[in-house]
């Protein structure tokens, strides 16, 4: 009589439905740690707590916290990519003349190089070194600058095609340079003897080298 019970108890047990693992939600918690903390910083204790993941759940997505890094550090450039891809979208759609590329060309200077964006550069170095020893996280960042720079490539030579810009240089050599100098744009920020207007010269000296580069 008791086994019966026993049964008939079991059977009216209602099982919880199995948590399914938010594994992109615990890829944009590693990105917000990381940019925090930074890669030594990053306690994959705080992670499981945020998340409420299991350290096992994590290590077989993952296979471990090396792999998860690189993860979400390929998450957080793709998300730069595609920002900078819709921006350079943005504006080629409002030129139709040489002096809206020029003023175009300025705007998006002005904005870049703004040393208010130094902590968006840091983070970019920072995604671009943690490729050192790690191939496959190397291979998936260089599938995202390439979409970059063919997007950078695809708006030179569409406004060159509308005789907007002129240039003896490849359209493609264009990008990289003009990715060049935003990038190199980091070392400001560790100048301790920079100009207070460091923003507006460093514009002028850009849209010089633009104006002989692209329109002359």
Request: hydrophobic fraction near 40%.
């Amino acid at each position: 009589m008791a086994a019966k019970k026993r049964k008939t108890q079991a059977q009216g047990r209602v099982r919880a439905p199995r948590r399914t693992p938010d594994f992109d939600h615990a890829l944009d918690e590693t990105i917000r740690l990381l940019d925090s903390v930074g890669e030594t910083g990053l306690r994959i204790e705080d992670l499981l707590a945020a998340t409420k993941l299991s350290k096992s759940s994590l290590y077989l997505h993952f296979t471990d916290r090396d792999g998860l890094i690189a993860a979400a550090r390929a998450r957080q450039f793709e998300q730069i990519v595609d920002e900078s891809i819709a921006g350079i979208r943005q504006l080629v759609s409002t030129v139709s003349t040489r002096e809206d590329a020029r003023r175009a060309l300025h705007a998006a200077t002005v904005f870049t190089q703004n040393l208010n964006r130094q902590a968006e550069r840091v983070r970019r170095v920072a995604i671009v070194a943690g490729t050192v020893g790690r191939p496959a996280y190397k291979k998936s960042l260089t599938g995202a600058q390439t979409r970059l720079t063919d997007a950078l490539t695809e708006m030179f030579a569409g406004l060159r095609a509308r005789g907007l810009i002129n240039s003896v240089h490849p359209d493609r050599t264009i990008a990289a340079f003009v990715q060049a100098y935003t990038f190199g744009r980091v070392l400001a920020g560790f100048d301790s003897k920079l100009s207070k207007d460091d923003d507006a010269q460093w514009v002028s000296l850009i849209d010089d080298a633009v104006e002989h580069i692209l329109f002359n």
